[in-house]
């Protein structure tokens, strides 16, 4: 019984492979979706559909969630789109335009990985939003993966907000993933490529190695709940990129953020200036002024000694950096 239902089933894969890959050439342009997706769906009862949900601008990973070897053949369809195939012949390894002729939604967006099969989507956007589906082919069976994923549209305006932090020096701020928690997820915050924190449902640590303990210094806290990080008494050097990376077994979220610390400094301390007259310190002066507009706050000198016919003076200029 068992034996007769999974013949029929890996028979239904098989006709649905065939389909979608001779669909493009055999140019069956009066196939509607509906009738596609029909055909996609007949015969597979019991296959999961993973329901993703993210906001403009995430990227994310869906996970093939079984072993795969050079054999194995993985192709990757949105909607009713190839967009990504990887063989045991490398030359047959596409994604989205190698794949198909003229579809460019996805252009530099994907990443296929040649060792698992895992395709990820960079930069999602509301368009991006639909059914993914995995199709992998091997000597032993046949077997499928579908995503529903779901992309919300955020305002441009409100997406910076979200995405961008601007603190000055000794503020706190807090970064906030926004996303639906799943507590078996492994969470990793990531600070330029660094990684400063590590959650799972039993445990959590904050800065895993000495680079991270030395610049933070027991300046981060984290939410176990909701996965949000906030850095205390913030420094310039806190200025960067963080990155959240939420893992599961089926599919990974990649949240990025950018915190910039403003506060003020001496630019070198000061400077010294050797002049003759008066009245080439002011031309320098105002030359500088004119150049540093909007980067300098205040630019000034006096005069500190003087050795014969030479005047030596220190050019002052404090600034804000942003």
């Not at 961008?164 to 503020?171: H, I, L, M, N, T």
């Not at 077994?249 to 953020?257: D, H, L, P, Q």
Request: glycine letters at 4%.
């Amino acid at each position: 019984m068992a034996s007769g239902l999974l013949k029929r089933k890996n028979t239904a894969l098989c006709i649905k492979m065939y389909f979608l890959e001779n669909l493009m050439e055999m140019k069956l342009l009066f196939i509607s979706p509906l009738l596609f997706w029909c055909l996609l769906d007949h015969g597979a009862s019991g296959v999961d559909i993973d329901r993703v949900i993210l906001m403009e601008g995430d990227s994310v990973t869906l996970h093939t969630g079984v072993e795969t070897n050079k054999k194995d053949r993985i192709r990757w369809y949105f909607n009713y789109t190839r967009i990504a195939q990887i063989t045991g012949d490398l030359s047959k390894i596409c994604t989205d335009v190698q794949c198909n002729e003229g579809t460019e939604r996805f252009r530099d967006r994907l990443k296929l990985d040649h060792q698992a099969g895992s395709l990820t989507i960079m930069n999602i956007t509301t368009n991006d939003s639909g059914v993914y589906k995995l199709l992998l082919s091997s000597s032993n069976t046949d077997s499928e993966k579908s995503f529903s994923v779901i992309v919300h549209d955020v305002p441009a305006a409100e997406r910076e907000k979200m995405k961008r932090k601007s603190v000055k020096e000794g503020e706190s701020v807090t970064l906030d993933p926004d996303v639906v928690k799943n507590p078996d997820d492994l969470k990793m915050w990531y600070f330029n490529d660094i990684l400063i924190t590590n959650i799972t449902k039993d445990w959590s640590k904050i800065c895993t190695d000495d680079q991270c303990k030395e610049r933070f210094n027991d300046r981060l806290k984290l939410d176990h709940q909701t996965g949000s990080l906030t850095l205390m008494n913030t420094r310039t050097t806190d200025t960067g990129d963080y990155q959240l990376l939420i893992n599961s077994s089926r599919f990974g979220i990649i949240k990025s953020f950018r915190v910039t610390v403003s506060g003020e400094y001496h630019f070198g301390h000061s400077v010294l200036f050797y002049f003759n007259s008066f009245t080439k310190l002011i031309h320098l002066n105002q030359l500088c002024k004119c150049f540093c507009c909007g980067l300098f706050e205040e630019v000034s000198f006096e005069s500190i000694l003087q050795n014969n016919s030479n005047q030596i003076y220190h050019l002052h200029m404090h600034f804000t950096s942003n």
